[in-house]
């Protein structure tokens, strides 16, 4: 219980700092609102226990499976915890706060209502019950393990009610943690296409759209009205079927990102050089107008003829030459000699070249 009590102070009164994108508490702050929300003693509790305060923490958040971790911050102790500053604060807004006192049922909870413009809590009775199947009934007296399924302030007839159950619920799985490759260091706005190979870790899947989601250490910085500090950004990796697990490792490079909505594409394999694809996409339409001119037919058939042409224009290395054959585009051919616009030259046909335009060759 006092693990669910640390991450509950950690979550309302924790800041965000240093130490990543999640919120953080130092321990002598952790004591002294202890103190003042549950009545009880952190300091006492572990003396109880036969341990220092900072034995009985790193004790308590050793095995890591709330998400919450001990760290060490300069000469102080600190629990973190993965959320950012919104999520934690939402979540210690809606969790309940419990008694649990000797001789009673269950114990009492806090419940809140607005009296006026005034906040008032009490104290209420709560009442507690266990999800079971009907086709594996339990017996009286029968001491089970169980897991917290919903809480609800006025569940029982106007008074608060706990439910648990002996399978995990659907926000529990959710809530377990989450894989990823530690605090991200990669900003999005430095991000480019084909930058790669990144070390990738499988966070989850969706065969909903087909795509496996991963973390290669990717954030972005979040506003201060959204909580402020950096918030982890995901790539997508399309598949038709999304056969991944979660955890598995990969490497993997981007294909494509988009600042505006703040997300980027992954790829198993470099992606296709742009320049190549403009090229070859230039190359068919430049083609696709030959064939549909019906001039295509006649190039290939005069291919190594000579005729004379009228050059149109020059670049430092290339002439650009009209031939004098009816109907003909303008050729390229590579530049040997100076001309000027204007002049007249000998040229060789010699076919389409790999750019779908008319080669030529310059005759001495």
């Known amino acids: 219980m006092v693990r669910y009590n640390a991450m509950y102070l950690a979550c309302k009164h924790g800041s965000v700092g240093e130490l990543g994108d999640g919120v953080a508490i130092k321990?002598?702050?952790?004591?002294?609102?202890?103190?003042?929300?549950f009545g009880g003693s952190l300091s006492m509790f572990a003396k109880s226990h036969e341990e220092e305060l900072g034995e009985m923490f790193l004790r308590l958040f050793r095995s890591n499976d709330l998400g919450m971790k001990i760290l060490k911050n300069r000469n102080s102790l600190v629990l973190y915890v993965p959320l950012n500053k919104r999520r934690a604060r939402e979540l210690a807004s809606r969790a309940a706060i419990i008694q649990c006192k000797r001789g009673e049922h269950t114990g009492l909870a806090k419940t809140k209502r607005f009296v006026g413009n005034n906040n008032v809590v009490t104290l209420k009775a709560l009442s507690a019950a266990l999800r079971a199947s009907q086709q594996h009934p339990l017996e009286e007296g029968r001491v089970v393990t169980a897991r917290v399924l919903d809480y609800d302030s006025k569940g029982d007839h106007g008074e608060p009610l706990i439910t648990f159950s002996l399978q995990d619920s659907v926000r529990a799985r959710k809530n377990r943690v989450i894989p990823s490759l530690g605090d991200p260091t990669i900003k999005l706005l430095d991000l480019k296409e084909g930058d790669g190979p990144f070390p990738a870790i499988v966070v989850s899947t969706s065969p909903r759209v087909k795509a496996a989601f991963l973390d290669i250490g990717v954030y972005r910085k979040r506003g201060k009205k959204f909580g402020g500090g950096n918030q982890r950004?995901?790539?997508m990796l399309s598949c038709d079927d999304p056969k991944y697990n979660k955890g598995q490792k990969l490497d993997v490079w981007v294909d494509?990102?988009?600042?505006?909505s703040g997300r980027f594409l992954l790829a198993l394999r470099p992606p296709a050089d742009k320049s190549n694809a403009k090229r070859d996409k230039n190359h068919s339409k430049r083609l696709t107008k030959l064939v549909e001119s019906g001039i295509l037919e006649s190039i290939l058939e005069k291919t190594g003829h000579e005729c004379r042409g009228i050059v149109k224009a020059a670049s430092e290395k290339y002439l650009y030459v009209r031939p004098e054959l009816d109907g003909f585009p303008v050729g390229v051919a590579p530049k040997e000699i100076d001309h000027k616009e204007g002049d007249s030259v000998l040229v060789r046909l010699d076919g389409i070249d790999e750019k779908g335009q008319l080669a030529l060759k310059l005759i001495q």
Do not use: F
């Open 27 to 37: 321990m002598k702050s952790m004591v002294q609102h202890y103190d003042r929300e």
């Open 233 to 235: 950004v995901l790539g």
């Open 256 to 260: 494509r990102v988009s600042r505006q």
